[in-house]
Every structure is written in C-alpha cells, then in structure tokens.
C-alpha cells in the first residue's frame, strides 16, 4: 500500500533552517507529482510546494517563495523540502501528499516550529 513517511522537523530559531524528507513507498514514486503542505492549529491545510514528476517543474506558496525549495530523488523515492530563513508564522504540521490513480494520500506529518 502506499506509505509516505515524513522525518527533519523539530524546534529552530528564527531566521534558521530544516530540511524535511518524505520517505515514499508502495507505488511508482517517479510517475507521481509530490506536494508539501502544511497546517497550523486552528488554520486550513494549505499547499506548501509542488515538484513535478521529473522534477523539472516547482510551484511555491506566495509565503514560502525564495525562502523554501521542494526537489526529489526518484532513485530514492524521497522528496525534500529545504526551508530556509524561518519565521514564526511557518509554525505548523508539514504533510507530504500524492495523488496517484485519482486517490490523494498522506503521511503522518512532521511538527515544524519556529520560535526563540
């Protein structure tokens, strides 16, 4: 079955930075589009970061743009998302996300926050 399993959150200051991994299995991870995204308490579940199946397009979060970098190693099945420069407002649970076959999936999330 398909399983994404996100790893690299934790506690950073402001103005630093963590790189998340997303660890994918059970499915042809380099025919898929990856997402990240992210949610905050009481917020919506907003879209973070796409990379295409190659790779070779990325779309950003107006928030994030110049600041985070999503890219993937199909010959790892990982996708990552570098965050640099963070701020507060970045607090927030980060998912990775697929759609494959017309059905979306989800890992279990990596707790980002960002605070002195």
């Known amino acids: 079955q398909v399983q994404l399993v996100e790893s690299g959150g934790g506690l950073v200051q402001p103005g630093g930075s963590l790189r998340l991994s997303c660890a994918a299995s059970?499915?042809?991870?380099?025919?898929?589009?990856m997402s990240w995204y992210r949610q905050a308490p009481g917020k919506e579940r907003e879209l973070v970061a796409t990379i295409t199946r190659a790779g070779l397009r990325t779309d950003y979060a107006d928030s994030v743009k110049a600041r985070f970098t999503i890219s993937r190693d199909n010959a790892a099945n990982t996708v990552y998302l570098q965050m640099n420069s963070l701020k507060p407002e970045d607090t927030a649970r980060y998912y990775c996300?697929?759609?494959?076959?017309?059905?979306?999936?989800w890992g279990q999330g990596t707790q980002v926050t960002v605070s002195s």
């Open positions: 059970g499915f042809t991870f380099s025919v898929a589009p």
């Open positions: 996300n697929t759609v494959y076959w017309g059905a979306r999936y």
